[in-house]
C-alpha cells in the first residue's frame, strides 16, 4: 500500500465543501418527502468517494469491515428531524481527516483495544 500521506489545508477545505454539498442536497431532499428513497444513495456515493480517497492517501484502515458499517449506517438516519441528517457525510469526514493526520491517536486507540471492555469495542469499530 501506499506510504501515509497527510490531508493538506487545501484538501480539507475541498472535502468539506463537498461533504457539505453532500449534505445540503440530502436536506433539500428530505424536506420534499423522497429523500428517503433518494438520499442514502447519494450519501452512499459520497461516502464511498471518500472512502476511495484515504486509501489512496494510504490510510490502512479506510476500508475495514466496521468502520464501513458505522459510515453507510449514518446514511441510513431517518429523515426526520433533518438536524439528525444533516452532516451524516461532513463529521465523519473531519473526524476521520483528524484521526488520519494524527497518527499516533490510532496507536493510543489500538492501546485501548487491546485492554478489553467496551470503550475497545467502540474503539475498534470506529478508529482502528
Do not use: C
Not at 84 to 99: D, S
Not at 112 to 128: C, D, L, Q, S, Y
Amino acid at each position: 500500500m501506499d506510504e501515509h500521506k497527510k490531508f493538506g489545508a487545501g484538501e480539507i477545505i475541498i472535502g468539506t465543501f463537498f461533504a457539505l454539498g453532500v449534505d445540503g442536497i440530502s436536506i433539500l431532499i428530505d424536506i420534499t418527502g423522497v429523500g428517503v428513497i433518494i438520499a442514502p444513495v447519494i450519501q452512499g456515493f459520497a461516502t464511498f468517494a471518500i472512502t476511495m480517497w484515504f486509501r489512496s492517501k494510504g490510510d490502512p484502515n479506510a476500508t475495514k469491515l466496521g468502520k464501513q458499517i458505522l459510515k453507510y449506517g449514518l446514511n441510513l438516519l431517518p429523515v426526520t428531524p433533518i438536524i439528525i441528517t444533516a452532516f451524516t457525510i461532513t463529521i465523519p469526514f473531519l473526524i476521520e481527516v483528524f484521526i488520519h493526520n494524527n497518527p499516533k491517536l490510532a496507536a493510543i486507540t489500538e492501546k485501548v483495544a487491546a485492554k478489553g471492555g467496551p470503550a475497545a469495542k467502540i474503539a475498534t469499530k470506529t478508529v482502528v
